[in-house]
């Protein structure tokens, strides 16, 4: 009993190109954001993979992601998988944020979120009862999950306990995909799928 799991940050939104923190604003895929996914798409086709399951954030941007990749395959759409929560600090520039702000993104493993933010904790800890429930279901062939960017990393902080933190502090760009394999009840560490 098998399957591979791919992880997958949605495509490019217009407040992504400006350089915005979007959090939960529910925004779709711009042009370039849909190129991103038909190409990642195109990638995984080219190795064979099709998905059997998938699994989305109920955000726009993540479900028209997941739907690009698998076509007709039925989504379950998992709150769980949802962007952080940056509260008050939602759409911020990315280029003129406040010190407090600044400060958490410095140094992510050693400075909590400003109030009001979720913090990473808690993001990883609905990650690590996804995975939980996930593994429970015991699926089998290709599963997609189709996440965000600080969703993503809480998911790869829980499969790689030696990371230590590293996760939080890497860059993970739009439709970048990490696979996991589950098999006999266990994940394997995660590695990036260079499309």
């Known amino acids: 009993m098998s399957a591979a799991i791919y ?7 217009a407040r992504n190109r400006a350089g915005g923190l979007q959090g939960r604003s529910d925004l779709p895929l711009n042009q370039a954001g849909e190129e991103q996914a038909q190409a990642a798409g195109k990638g995984l ?27 007709g395959v039925p989504l379950t759409v998992d709150g769980r998988l949802i962007e952080m929560d940056y509260g008050p600090y939602e759409g911020m520039d990315l280029s003129n944020l406040p010190q407090e702000v600044l400060t958490f993104f410095e140094d992510f493993e050693h400075n909590p979120a400003p109030a009001g933010m979720e ?5 990883k800890a609905r990650l690590a009862a ?11 062939g290709n599963i997609l999950i189709s996440t965000h960017a600080i969703a993503m990393k809480g998911a790869l902080e829980v499969l790689t306990p ?3 933190g590293g996760y939080w502090a890497k860059y993970i760009g739009n439709c970048a995909v990490y696979r996991t394999d589950l098999q006999d009840g266990r994940f394997s560490v995660p590695a990036e799928v260079l499309l």
Do not use: C, M, W
Request: avoid cysteine; charged fraction near 15%; charge should be positive.
């Open 7 to 13: 992880l997958i940050r949605h495509g490019q939104t």
């Open 119 to 123: 913090q990473l904790p808690a993001v």
């Open 130 to 140: 996804f995975l939980e429930d996930l593994k429970a279901a015991a699926p089998q």
């Open 162 to 164: 030696q990371s230590g």
């Open 45 to 71: 086709l080219a190795r064979g993979i099709t998905f059997s399951a998938v699994y989305t954030s109920p955000l726009i941007r993540a479900v028209q992601t997941a739907k690009i990749l698998a076509p």
